[in-house]
């Protein structure tokens, strides 16, 4: 009975919500604030289940009162308790197991989610205030991996909002392989407390927002808030750090393991650094020469002067450059070539002097020897008049000979130091690049274009050969320049005349005016082509194997005679090719004379005119095609008691398919206007037919009316035009001159314009119905209209309205209405004429792309 007071006493002693289970994971006990946070009496739960689980997943775990004993330990879990009105509520527990293994029980320590999360938002505006203006980036998470805050330098380093990363796991801002291991690593620290890095820090690398990785320095402390554990850690950008130690190491590697000798000494001159060549050239240790002055190096036979220069020159800030003769430290003398440069520090202040040396005695000792073979060589230039001259391995004169004032109109001093590229001009074969070649190899009869001083290009024949030093390394080119300009400049015109008669597409032939025959002594790749036979057979042959049955014999006896007098001819004959084909072939035969006057030679050039002939007939053709089809139309107006009716037709090119006729019929006046589609002679032929049967089917013996018309010109014509792939379009009409009214039909044909006596608009007259030639049957409507006095009709085809100007505008049907009431007081001839006009203007300067055709009726 007392056992019972006590438990109670000890769980109202705690902070927090507390819950007593037993080892099965029913309720025993339950303090008041516990009782406050579920809603429950205790006696409604003793010997119960907890009304709530766990919210992390465990290994094995069942829903229940079991799911407690698998709980973590003395750590705080999220839980969701279901209240007794309900309501389900989040929360923080934190399990303590009582006895061995739990078997005495367990104690829940409750904690709503209210009060952690206040404490958590409390700690975030703490952290914003102390780290908000930081460079390096703040990241807290919980236990978890959860992001809960994220600072602006941590937005800045990896480039997320921080609204995007709150809530997500904190690998995202680690790349492979740390974000697969990230997860494993926080469960083992939850399960064993051993750390690797909380407390610690180290170099790793993060994941930018854009993928990039970078390194970074990363520090991670641990805090505990209101009974939950958090990390919190802190990062810093290595990029920077990271990139200067690299370069530090790529600086010292290249001076370390640099092929010439480096010093550096501070203002006064004594040595603080060697590298690893300067102690192989001088023999001195690095020991035994840190502290010292550079004077330990200096050769006996180097004048005091040229040290003093020295010094003044790097003392004023200055860069010295110059071959310097020092003692290596067994005594021995050595040429360098050395460069002493002056170091700054960032105010600009000589902190160091640079000294770098190369050594170049072997170059010494080779210039020496070759003094005196260059001098002999000298004198036996003086005696030749052929331009000699000497390069350096980089192709700039060292020596020139007097012969150059003659070739080049220079002075040989002009070119010392030059590069003989800086003469050069691209018209030559092309020097070899002194120095730049992989093998430098001897050169002969090279032909080079240079520019003399008074502008003039020079041609000359360049030999020379490379010459090596005792190491094998390039050391000079020696060579000698023959002028050849007027051997050039002829062999050129030469050879432009010859690739020009090897390019023309003409047929070229030469013959031998002097030889018995006269026999082909050239001919051109394109008079082979032209014939069929090779460029052999032709100059075996000669040109009479061109010849055939119909070739013309007064022609070949006019070239006969031309060769026979020495005069030139021109002819025009029908030769045949190798394979038997005729062609007509455009001869014209020039003689060549030489410096006496007497002929030489004979030019023949030929020329293929077989289409261009061809094409001459058939415009002939053509032109009197057009004359018939034209004096199928109508030639004047037709004028009737009470009409007058007009009509032009233009083709677009010499034959076309728009046609107009016109003619009375007993009483009446039929007209018609149509379209063949295309521009060709099966178009003009097909308009013809469309004239006849118009005609016949108009007769008044056989006279039927506007869509009956239509109907049996289709049927009739259909097969034709079925098998031509052609169609028509046609509107008919059929003007009653007793009643005034026009009857009419039309087949896919533009609608007709009535301009009403009076009245500035034009009114449509249109009909349902197919062009001709889509099906055999076909049934058209017909209409009717009443015309008064003074009313005018306009019938036109597509190649009017399509008409296009430069730009591309269409003439139109708003343009054709306009001009047609703005010309209505003219008569239906001078109408057309003067539509026709403005439309051929509005095209200008181009033609007219389509046939164009124009009927006016006037009713009188």
Same mark, same amino acid.
């Given at each position: 009975?007392?056992?019972?007071?006590?438990?109670?006493?000890?769980?109202?002693?705690?902070?927090?919500?507390? /819950?007593?289970?037993?080892?099965?994971?029913?309720?025993?006990?339950?303090?008041?604030?516990?009782?406050?946070?579920?809603?429950?009496?205790?006696?409604?739960?003793?010997?119960?289940?907890?009304?709530?689980?766990?919210?992390?997943?465990?290994?094995?775990? !069942?829903?229940?009162?079991?799911?407690?004993?698998?709980?973590?330990?003395?750590?705080?879990?999220?839980?969701?308790?279901?209240?007794?009105?309900?309501?389900?509520?989040?929360?923080?527990?934190?399990?303590?197991?009582?006895?061995?293994?739990?078997?005495?029980?367990?104690?829940? !320590?409750?904690?709503?989610?209210?009060?952690?999360?206040?404490?958590?938002?409390?700690?975030?505006?703490?952290?914003?205030?102390?780290?908000?203006?930081?460079?390096?980036?703040?990241?807290?998470?919980?236990?978890?991996?959860?992001?809960?805050?994220?600072?602006?330098?941590?937005?800045?380093?990896?480039?997320?909002?921080?609204?995007?990363?709150?809530?997500?796991?904190?690998?995202?801002?680690?790349?492979?392989? #740390?974000?697969?291991?990230?997860?494993?690593?926080?469960?083992?620290?939850?399960?064993?407390?051993?750390?690797?890095?909380?407390?610690?820090?180290?170099?790793?690398?993060?994941?930018?927002?854009?993928?990039?990785?970078?390194?970074?320095?990363?520090?991670?402390?641990?805090?505990?808030?209101?009974?939950?554990?958090?990390?919190?850690?802190?990062?810093?950008?290595?990029?920077?750090?990271?990139?200067?130690?690299?370069?530090?190491?790529?600086?010292?590697?290249?001076?370390?393991?640099?092929?010439?000798?480096?010093?550096?000494?501070?203002?006064?001159?004594?040595?603080?650094?060697?590298?690893?060549?300067?102690?192989?050239?001088?023999?001195?240790?690095?020991?035994?020469?840190?502290?010292?002055?550079?004077?330990?190096?200096?050769?006996?036979?180097?004048?005091?002067?040229?040290?003093?220069?020295?010094?003044?020159?790097?003392?004023?800030?200055?860069?010295?450059?110059?071959?310097?003769?020092?003692?290596?430290?067994?005594?021995?003398?050595?040429?360098?070539?050395?460069?002493?440069?002056?170091?700054?520090?960032?105010?600009?202040?000589?902190?160091?002097?640079?000294?770098?040396?190369?050594?170049?005695?072997?170059?010494?000792?080779?210039?020496?020897?070759?003094?005196?073979?260059?001098?002999?060589?000298?004198?036996?230039?003086?005696?030749?008049?052929?331009?000699?001259?000497?390069?350096?391995?980089?192709?700039?004169?060292?020596?020139?000979?007097?012969?150059?004032?003659?070739?080049?109109?220079?002075?040989?001093?002009?070119?010392?130091?030059?590069?003989?590229?800086?003469?050069?001009?691209?018209?030559?074969?092309?020097?070899?690049?002194?120095?730049?070649?992989?093998?430098?190899?001897?050169?002969?009869?090279?032909?080079?274009?240079?520019?003399?001083?008074?502008?003039?290009?020079?041609?000359?024949?360049?030999?020379?050969?490379?010459?090596?030093?005792?190491?094998?390394?390039?050391?000079?080119?020696?060579?000698?320049?023959?002028?050849?300009?007027?051997?050039?400049? #002829?062999?050129?015109?030469?050879?432009?005349?010859?690739?020009?008669?090897?390019?023309?597409?003409?047929?070229?032939?030469? /013959?031998?005016?002097?030889?018995?025959?006269?026999?082909?002594?050239?001919?051109?790749?394109?008079?082979?082509?032209?014939?069929?036979?090779?460029?052999?057979?032709?100059?075996?042959?000669?040109?009479?194997?061109?010849?055939?049955?119909?070739?013309?014999?007064?022609?070949?006896?006019?070239?006969?005679?031309?060769?026979?007098?020495?005069?030139?001819?021109?002819?025009?004959?029908?030769?045949?090719?190798?394979?038997?084909?005729?062609?007509?072939?455009?001869?014209?035969?020039?003689?060549?004379?030489?410096?006496?006057?007497?002929?030489?030679?004979?030019?023949?050039?030929?020329?293929?005119?077989?289409?261009?002939?061809?094409?001459?007939?058939?415009?002939?053709?053509?032109?009197?095609?057009?004359?018939?089809?034209?004096?199928?139309?109508?030639?004047?107006?037709?004028?009737?008691?009470?009409?007058?009716?007009?009509?032009? /037709?233009?083709?677009?090119?010499?034959?076309?398919?728009?046609?107009?006729? #016109?003619?009375?019929?007993?009483?009446?006046?039929?007209?018609?206007?149509?379209?063949?589609?295309?521009?060709?002679?099966?178009?003009?032929?097909?308009?013809?037919?469309?004239?006849?049967?118009?005609?016949?089917?108009?007769?008044?013996?056989?006279?039927?009316?506007?869509?009956?018309?239509?109907?049996?010109?289709?049927?009739?014509?259909?097969?034709?035009?079925?098998?031509?792939?052609?169609?028509?379009?046609?509107?008919? /009409?059929?003007?009653?001159?007793?009643?005034?009214?026009?009857?009419?039909?039309?087949?896919?044909?533009?609608?007709?314009?009535?301009?009403?006596?009076?009245?500035?608009?034009?009114?449509?007259?249109?009909?349902?119905?197919?062009?001709?030639?889509?099906?055999?049957?076909?049934?058209?409507?017909?209409?009717?209209?009443?015309?008064?006095?003074?009313?005018?009709?306009?019938?036109?085809?597509?190649?009017?309205?399509?008409?296009?100007?430069?730009?591309?505008?269409?003439?139109?049907?708003?343009?054709?209405?306009?001009?047609?009431?703005?010309?209505?007081?003219?008569?239906?001839?001078?109408?057309?004429?003067?539509?026709?006009?403005?439309?051929?203007?509005?095209?200008?300067?181009?033609?007219?792309?389509?046939?164009?055709?124009?009927?006016?009726?006037?009713?009188?």
């Amino acid at each position: 009975m007392e056992e019972e007071p006590l438990t109670h006493l000890l769980l109202e002693a705690s902070n927090e919500a507390a /819950c007593l289970l037993d080892s099965s994971g029913l309720v025993l006990a339950l303090n008041s604030r516990a009782r406050q946070l579920i809603g429950y009496k205790e006696s409604e739960l003793v010997g119960r289940p907890f009304p709530g689980r766990p919210k992390i997943a465990m290994a094995g775990a !069942k829903d229940g009162p079991l799911s407690w004993l698998m709980a973590p330990a003395r750590q705080w879990i999220d839980v969701r308790i279901k209240r007794k009105d309900e309501k389900e509520i989040d929360a923080s527990c934190e399990v303590y197991r009582l006895g061995t293994k739990g078997l005495a029980g367990l104690l829940l !320590k409750l904690k709503a989610e209210e009060t952690s999360t206040a404490a958590l938002e409390d700690m975030k505006i703490k952290l914003d205030a102390i780290f908000g203006g930081m460079a390096d980036g703040l990241v807290v998470i919980d236990e978890f991996g959860k992001i809960l805050f994220f600072s602006a330098g941590a937005e800045k380093l990896f480039g997320y909002r921080a609204e995007e990363v709150m809530g997500a796991n904190v690998k995202l801002l680690m790349p492979s392989p #740390y974000k697969e291991e990230h997860d494993s690593y926080l469960a083992a620290y939850r399960d064993t407390g051993i750390r690797k890095i909380i407390g610690i820090g180290r170099d790793v690398s993060g994941r930018r927002r854009d993928g990039a990785i970078f390194p970074m320095y990363l520090s991670i402390g641990e805090i505990w808030l209101e009974g939950r554990r958090y990390f919190v850690g802190v990062t810093h950008d290595l990029t920077k750090t990271k990139r200067a130690e690299s370069r530090l190491w790529m600086l010292t590697a290249a001076i370390e393991q640099s092929p010439v000798a480096v010093m550096i000494s501070d203002r006064n001159g004594l040595i603080e650094y060697v590298n690893d060549y300067f102690t192989k050239l001088t023999g001195y240790s690095e020991a035994e020469v840190i502290g010292q002055n550079p004077r330990i190096l200096h050769s006996p036979h180097t004048p005091r002067d040229q040290h003093l220069r020295l010094w003044r020159t790097i003392e004023s800030g200055a860069e010295w450059r110059g071959e310097i003769q020092d003692r290596r430290k067994d005594g021995a003398l050595y040429w360098a070539y050395e460069i002493i440069a002056p170091l700054r520090d960032e105010d600009g202040q000589v902190r160091h002097y640079l000294a770098i040396q190369q050594d170049v005695t072997e170059q010494r000792r080779d210039k020496e020897a070759l003094a005196e073979s260059e001098e002999r060589f000298r004198k036996v230039a003086e005696m030749v008049g052929e331009w000699l001259w000497e390069q350096d391995a980089e192709g700039r004169y060292t020596y020139s000979s007097d012969a150059v004032r003659e070739i080049l109109g220079l002075e040989p001093s002009d070119l010392l130091g030059k590069s003989y590229l800086s003469i050069l001009q691209p018209e030559g074969d092309g020097s070899p690049l002194a120095g730049k070649l992989p093998t430098p190899k001897p050169f002969r009869r090279i032909v080079n274009c240079y520019l003399r001083g008074d502008g003039r290009r020079v041609f000359t024949e360049s030999s020379g050969a490379p010459i090596f030093d005792e190491n094998g390394r390039l050391a000079k080119w020696r060579g000698v320049d023959r002028d050849i300009t007027e051997r050039k400049e #002829y062999e050129d015109a030469l050879r432009v005349r010859n690739r020009a008669m090897e390019a023309v597409h003409v047929g070229i032939v030469i /013959c031998d005016a002097r030889a018995r025959g006269n026999p082909n002594i050239y001919v051109n790749p394109a008079l082979a082509q032209m014939t069929g036979y090779s460029q052999e057979e032709l100059l075996r042959g000669g040109m009479h194997i061109l010849q055939g049955p119909g070739t013309d014999p007064a022609a070949v006896a006019k070239i006969r005679h031309a060769l026979q007098t020495g005069e030139g001819c021109e002819v025009t004959l029908q030769n045949y090719r190798k394979n038997g084909e005729a062609f007509w072939n455009e001869l014209l035969i020039s003689p060549v004379p030489d410096e006496t006057g007497t002929i030489t030679h004979y030019i023949g050039i030929q020329t293929d005119v077989t289409e261009k002939r061809r094409a001459e007939e058939s415009r002939r053709d053509l032109e009197i095609a057009k004359q018939i089809q034209l004096s199928l139309l109508p030639d004047k107006p037709l004028r009737l008691p009470h009409a007058e009716i007009a009509g032009v /037709c233009l083709p677009a090119t010499h034959v076309g398919g728009d046609y107009f006729d #016109y003619f009375e019929n007993g009483e009446n006046l039929d007209f018609v206007v149509a379209d063949v589609s295309g521009h060709s002679v099966g178009a003009a032929l097909i308009m013809t037919e469309v004239r006849s049967m118009v005609r016949a089917q108009s007769r008044p013996a056989a006279a039927a009316h506007p869509a009956q018309m239509l109907r049996e010109l289709n049927e009739l014509l259909y097969e034709d035009l079925d098998r031509s792939e052609l169609f028509i379009t046609m509107f008919f /009409c059929r003007y009653e001159s007793a009643t005034g009214r026009l009857t009419y039909a039309n087949a896919g044909h533009n609608p007709g314009l009535l301009l009403r006596s009076g009245r500035q608009d034009c009114m449509e007259l249109d009909s349902d119905g197919l062009v001709l030639g889509a099906m055999r049957v076909v049934d058209f409507q017909e209409r009717s209209v009443l015309l008064s006095q003074g009313d005018k009709l306009l019938f036109y085809t597509d190649g009017v309205v399509e008409a296009q100007d430069a730009s591309g505008a269409f003439f139109g049907l708003e343009r054709l209405c306009r001009r047609f009431a703005a010309n209505r007081e003219f008569a239906p001839e001078v109408i057309v004429r003067k539509l026709l006009r403005e439309v051929r203007d509005f095209c200008a300067p181009a033609m007219m792309g389509d046939d164009a055709a124009l009927v006016v009726l006037e009713v009188s």
